[in-house]
């Protein structure tokens, strides 16, 4: 687009819109572009460009930091040091130290790299997308029954590759319905379902993860919410109604169950 | 003196604002600002002073990648939630039209594009941040903002979002 010949390059004309030109450069690369009409013309598309970007994202940064954010939060929730790690906020164990090496750059891309990928969300939209799709079922909601919950356990561990621990979830009125296999992001997938006393129903959905362990998420859509998480690269994710205080209590009480039990623990 | 949590604290806002203009996502974002603070606070001994925002930026854009890289080796779904709809159909005039444009960008460039518009990064701390040389630094800057100029100006098909 520039003439080679020109004294102006190109990188210049992308620090003078950045306001990153050297000021003894800022005079000539104006002048230049006074006499090059073309340039001038793309330099005032890119500065179009970069006001439409502060527009349009600018005002997130005066937003008010949702809670879940909140360091005082997030740094009490993980830091159960000695006792079991409270259910909200897990967080990945520093196998960061592992991967420590010298260098500025090297070392810290390497840290960012080397930390557990952010992988629940496509996770969560296949429990929930599976969640959709069979709690409508009137007839074939599972492959497997409840009653049969120890020839359940056998058969999904074995599929899935490490020990299922169905939670009781007796207490919270939810009966067993059953269970079923079904494609995961890894191989196979568990879903287990769980009925109320006026037919709400609850899954919970188990895969093997790609992260060794994430924070506790919330989602819904409009009908359904889920939380989800990954414990020891076990990915679970826990769909019902669109109703954040009762998934959240079943939530909690799935937790304690399988992670007390060591559910995801490749013993 | 601040501590080290209060900095990390103090970038919080524009981490959001990066995060949200990678993903055009108010829930993804917030889940990769989640994980960038979590994951820094983690590794408070690896810090050896520097510039703490350029760090926090390294390790957002590299936990943005990881997920993407595990999303492409998956078949495409649906997104899960409309929370992202009025971020692309919101009613504010070209707000719609530059966050498709950017949502065609090639991952790197994006980075790029938005690590020096938006968070005000210089080129070297870009190139920091992307662990790459300022050359590839400029040469993803003048690309995406080649794919910028050239989707506005043209035709402006329906855009699938692109996860």
Redesign the interface.
């Given at each position: 687009m520039i003439d080679p010949n020109s004294p102006v390059h190109d990188d210049e004309l992308h620090a003078f819109v950045d306001g990153q030109l050297p000021a003894d450069r800022r005079e000539a690369v104006a002048a230049w572009l006074a006499e090059h009409p073309e340039q001038a013309a793309a330099v005032a598309a890119w500065r179009a460009q970069a006001e439409a970007i502060r527009m349009r994202f600018g005002a997130v940064a005066d937003e008010t930091v949702p809670e879940r954010l909140d360091l005082d939060r997030l740094v009490h929730d993980s830091g159960g040091r000695g006792g079991r790690r409270p259910w909200w906020t897990m967080v990945a164990a520093a196998v960061i130290a592992a991967f420590f090496a010298g260098g500025s750059a090297g070392w810290m891309a390497r840290v960012a790299t080397a930390a557990a990928p952010s992988s629940t969300g496509s996770i969560t939209a296949d429990a929930l997308e599976a969640h959709a799709l069979y709690v409508v079922e009137v007839r074939h909601p599972v492959e497997v029954p409840g009653s049969e919950r120890d020839h359940m356990t056998q058969w999904l561990s074995k599929r899935l590759g490490y020990q299922q621990r169905i939670p009781d979830l007796q207490p919270l009125g939810l009966k067993l319905v059953g269970g079923r296999l079904l494609p995961g992001p890894t191989g196979a997938a568990a879903m287990y379902m769980y009925e109320g006393p006026s037919g709400e129903r609850f899954t919970l959905y188990c895969a093997k993860a790609m992260s060794p362990e994430t924070a506790m998420r919330f989602r819904s859509d409009k009908r359904y919410a889920a939380f989800s998480w990954v414990d020891d690269k076990a990915a679970f994710v826990v769909s019902g109604p669109a109703d954040r205080d009762r998934l959240e209590q079943v939530s909690k009480a799935i937790y304690e169950q399988v992670d007390r039990s060591g559910a995801g623990r490749k013993s | 003196m601040a501590t080290f949590?209060q900095q990390?604290?103090a970038t919080?806002?524009?981490l959001?604002?990066y995060a949200?203009?990678l993903t055009r996502d108010r829930?993804?974002a917030?889940?990769?600002?989640?994980?960038t603070?979590?994951?820094a606070?983690?590794?408070e001994?690896?810090f050896h002073g520097?510039d703490l925002r350029?760090?926090m930026y390294?390790?957002l854009?590299?936990?943005?990648?990881?997920?993407l890289?595990?999303?492409a080796r998956?078949p495409a779904?649906?997104?899960?939630?409309?929370n992202d709809a009025p971020d692309l159909a919101g009613p504010?005039g070209?707000?719609r039209?530059?966050?498709r444009?950017?949502a065609t960008l090639v991952d790197e460039q994006r980075e790029a594009?938005?690590l020096?518009?938006?968070e005000g990064l210089?080129?070297r701390e870009v190139?920091?941040v992307q662990?790459v040389p300022i050359g590839t630094v400029?040469s993803r800057?003048?690309r995406a903002?080649a794919q910028?100029?050239s989707y506005?100006d043209g035709e402006r098909p329906a855009l699938r979002r692109v996860k």
């Open positions: - | 949590r990390v604290e919080i806002p524009a959001r604002r949200r203009a829930d993804l917030d889940d990769l600002v989640q994980d603070l979590l994951r606070l983690r590794s001994h690896l520097g350029s760090w390294t390790i854009t590299n936990l943005n990648r990881n997920r890289r595990s999303l998956r779904l649906s997104p899960i939630d409309d504010e070209g707000g039209d530059i966050a444009a950017l594009l938005l020096v518009v938006l210089s080129y190139a920091e662990g400029m800057l003048a903002r910028v100029k506005l």
